[in-house]
């Protein structure tokens, strides 16, 4: 503080994000508490993050016992957790190695950099271009944000780096662009989130596949939204049949410890070696407690059976609200990862939903985006369906 005698009003807290005014204190499953003690029922998951709802026991035991034990420790070190949390990843999906990072957009920054770095030193391809989507959402960092398709989330940050390239998303006139760029790589969500939750068409993008194994183009997608059980399989590109370079995660990786990783084929890794890529804290030992309790949990219980059960619950509760409500237009998404487009302003829904008790979020100005924890039971659907009709209710009265 410069003048330590004026009291000032300007909070001490950077204004970049604007905020709900509400307080959260504690968590437990689906639901949150305020600090005035009121209850609501979490269909947020902080975006995505906490997977098996808030504080779960099995990673909460897992956590406090590495915290008696280490902390942190360099990876100048080997680190078991990390290695166990690795062999885990690989051996659920179709990459052979694993970086660790902080989030999801570091874990984006790596793709990006494994894949020009691949480009340089083992393909020895000059400028290589990466390819990515319109709509789409990678993160904040320089990079991410350069990759990112949306003009507002990189206003005012120019200059942006060089050696992008965008096309429009779910196009099959996009595909013959893409052969004539030559990327090195393309990096998309294979459900867009933050830009409105919008799947992939499954026959578009194993076009795409192919033409990327064709061309020495690598391959990856950005699971960061859509990973760890989200859309009903641990990684939503099973659903589309292929099998991706490059897997970027985070979010639900940690159950809310700050974890993100990418999960790459043993090829493509062949881009980085000692000393090319780094973190402090990527993969230390409570971060990858935190990751491995939470995938152990998923595979052991059989979670994902269950969320592909709910999930039709959920999908067939949302269409019957669709029948009533005709300002909604469509339902989109896979598994619990779900967006009502409505003709109406979707942030009004979800600010009303608040004095339902009701946490929800939006993807663009006219999607409710929907995203129960994995472990969401049927009453809390139903409970979910009736704070929503209830705001619903009140919008159409003008209340
Ligand atoms: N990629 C996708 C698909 C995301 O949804 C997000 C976050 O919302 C990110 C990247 C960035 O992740 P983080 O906020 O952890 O940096």
């Known amino acids: 503080m410069s003048n330590t005698t004026s009291i000032s009003q300007i909070s001490p807290v950077m204004a970049t994000y604007g905020r709900f005014p509400v307080t959260l204190v504690k968590g437990k499953g689906s639901y949150v508490w ?16 906490c997977n098996l709802g808030h504080v779960p026991n099995a990673v909460k035991e897992k956590l406090e016992e590495q915290l008696q034990n280490l902390w942190h420790c360099s990876n100048l070190y080997n680190i078991p957790n990390q290695e166990k949390l690795a062999a885990l990843l ?21 793709a990006i950099k494994l894949a020009r770095r691949y480009a340089n030193k083992v393909k020895e391809k000059e400028s290589p ?66 830009g409105g939750v919008i799947p992939a068409n499954k026959d578009w993008i194993k076009k795409l596949e192919q033409i990327c194994k064709n061309n020495d183009i690598l391959l990856m997608v950005d699971e960061i939204q859509t990973g760890i059980g989200r859309t009903g399989t641990l990684f939503a590109y099973e659903q589309f049949e292929i099998e991706p370079d490059v897997i970027s995660i985070a979010k639900g990786l940690g159950s809310g410890f700050p974890i993100g990783a990418i999960i790459a ?10 000393g090319s890529h780094g973190s402090t804290f990527g993969g230390n030992p409570l971060a990858t407690a935190a990751g491995l309790a939470t995938v152990s949990h998923i595979i052991e219980t059989k979670l994902l059976d269950q969320v592909k059960e709910i999930s039709g619950y959920l999908d ?51 999607v409710v985006r929907i995203l129960p924890p ?12 009736k704070a929503l009709e209830k705001t619903f209710q009140s919008i159409e009265k003008g209340e």
Do not use: W
């Not at 959402?137 to 060089?162: D, V, W, Y």
């Open 265 to 274: 084929k043993e090829e493509a890794a062949k881009g980085f070696e000692p």
């Open 34 to 49: 305020d600090d005035k003690d009121n209850q609501y029922l979490d269909f947020t998951s902080g975006i995505a993050t």
């Open 316 to 366: 067939s509760q949302l269409q019957s609200l669709k029948e009533k409500y005709s300002f909604i237009k469509d339902i989109r998404g896979k598994g619990l990862l779900k967006g009502l487009v409505v003709e109406t302003n979707a942030l009004e829904i979800v600010q009303k939903a608040i004095s339902n008790k009701l946490l929800i979020l939006t993807a663009g100005p006219n």
């Open 374 to 385: 994995l472990t969401v039971t049927k009453n809390e659907i139903v409970e979910f369906i």
């Open 129 to 194: 271009i990466i390819v990515t989507f319109h709509q789409s959402f990678h993160g904040r960092t320089l990079g991410t944000l350069t990759a990112t398709g949306q003009e507002k989330i990189q206003q005012g940050f120019s200059p942006l780096m060089l050696g992008f390239s965008y096309l429009p998303f779910n196009d099959i006139d996009a595909l013959e662009e893409l052969i004539s760029i030559k990327p090195a790589a393309v990096l998309l969500e294979l459900v867009q989130g933050e």
């Open 90 to 110: 690989t051996a659920n999906s179709c990459g052979d190695q694993v970086f660790f990072c902080n989030s999801g957009a570091e874990a984006n920054e790596a």
